[in-house]
């Protein structure tokens, strides 16, 4: 099976947005961290060093094997030279 035809067939999946929805937030926040420190031009490391963060922490947040805490969002983004602005949409 084709990479596309299998995506098309988990996209029509009802469950796979219902799993999708649940973990946006989690999506978001690795996301950003991801961009953040990417445009910066920072590796993990780098950016664990400027955080005063493990490494391991970035990597389970980027790689969405962890569901970081506010606080650790708020020091990535600081180092990133960012602020973590959080919504309610």
Do not use: H, W
Request: hydrophobic letters at 40%; a positive charge.
């Amino acid at each position: 099976m084709k990479y596309r035809d299998l995506l098309d067939e988990i996209i029509k999946d009802p469950d796979y947005f219902a799993a999708r929805k649940e973990l946006e937030g989690e999506y978001q926040a690795m996301r950003a961290v991801y961009e953040a420190r990417s445009s910066k031009g920072l590796t993990q490391k780098e950016l664990a060093a400027v955080a005063n963060v493990p490494q391991k922490t970035i990597s389970m947040i980027e790689t969405g094997n962890s569901n970081a805490k506010v606080n650790t969002l708020a020091k990535l983004a600081r180092a990133c030279g960012k602020t973590l602005k959080i919504e309610f949409v």
